[in-house]
């Protein structure tokens, strides 16, 4: 069956970087488009990125544009999210999804409905 377990989250100081990585199985992995996706501690899950089935197709949530990037390895079934210049509101837990149509990010990527598959989270803590 499809999964997807992400993996790297942890404690971190603002302004220092963590490298989250998203390992999926169970499907044709370069078919699919991949989202970052993450909810805080009483707020709504957030898109964060998406990845399109090769990494000449990016796009970013406009809080994290500019200190997140987003990459895959087909090879490996992987996609991160290298997460620079962290600061406490990118406190949360962070889920990937894989996206049930598309190839490339949807132009409304950051809608949940574009995704029939999530992993468990990690959860990411930039505090002092």
């Known amino acids: 069956q499809v999964q997807l377990v992400e993996s790297g989250g942890g404690l971190v100081q603002p302004g220092g970087s963590l490298r989250l990585s998203c390992v999926a199985s169970?499907?044709?992995?370069?078919?699919?488009?991949i989202g970052w996706f993450r909810q805080a501690p009483g707020k709504e899950r957030e898109g964060v990125s998406c990845?399109?089935?090769?990494?000449?197709?990016?796009v970013y949530g406009d809080s994290v544009n500019g200190r997140f990037t987003i990459s895959r390895d087909n090879a490996k079934n992987t996609v991160y999210l290298q997460m620079d210049d962290l600061k406490p509101e990118d406190t949360a837990v962070y889920y990937c999804?894989?996206?049930?149509?598309?190839?490339?990010?949807?132009?409304?990527?950051?809608?949940?409905?574009?995704?029939?598959?999530w992993g468990q989270g990690t959860q990411v803590t930039v505090s002092l």
């Open positions: 999804a894989k996206d049930s149509i598309f190839r490339t990010c949807a132009s409304n990527w950051y809608a949940e409905f574009n995704y029939d598959s």
């Open positions: 169970g499907f044709t992995f370069d078919h699919h488009a």
């Open positions: 990845i399109g089935r090769n990494d000449h197709s990016t």
